[in-house]
Nanobody, 121 residues
Framework: QVRLAESGGGLVQPGGSLRLSCVGF????????MSWYRQAPGKERELVAR????????TYADSVKGRFTISGDNAKMTVYLQMFSLKPDDTAWYYC??????????????WGQGTQVTVSS
């Protein structure tokens, strides 16, 4: 059974840093595309960063380029989101998503339960 467990959220002051972690269980982590999404109150869920494990292609939302870094550790079945220079606009629930290779599972992939990030002074 596929499961994703996020951690690392919390309250941080503007300009601060956080590192989110997402541990995967029950699937071949190294073959999946791993992403971080976020959803702020009253807004739609948006893609923050994505890493295609089977190739290494990385994509970032324009709003986080230069401030956030996504990385993966296949041995630990973990994907990280290192966040620097946090802004109040980064306040949201952050969700991990795992998309399987074509034909391996649901196209929309699997979701974790999220971790809350609040940027406030």
């Amino acid at each position: 059974q596929v499961r994703l467990a996020e951690s690392g959220g919390g309250l941080v002051q503007p300009g601060g840093s956080l590192r989110l972690s997402c541990v995967g269980f029950g699937f071949t982590f190294s073959r999946y595309t791993m992403s971080w999404y976020r959803q702020a109150p009253g807004k739609e869920r948006e893609l923050v960063a994505r890493i295609v494990n089977d190739g290494g292609t990385i994509t970032y939302a324009d709003s986080v380029k230069g401030r956030f870094t996504i990385s993966g550790d296949n041995a630990k079945m973990t994907v990280y989101l290192q966040m620097f220079s946090l802004k109040p606009d980064d306040t949201a629930w952050y969700y991990c998503n795992a998309i399987p290779p074509l034909g391996w599972g649901p196209p929309q992939g699997y979701w974790g339960q999220g971790t809350q990030v609040t940027v406030s002074s």
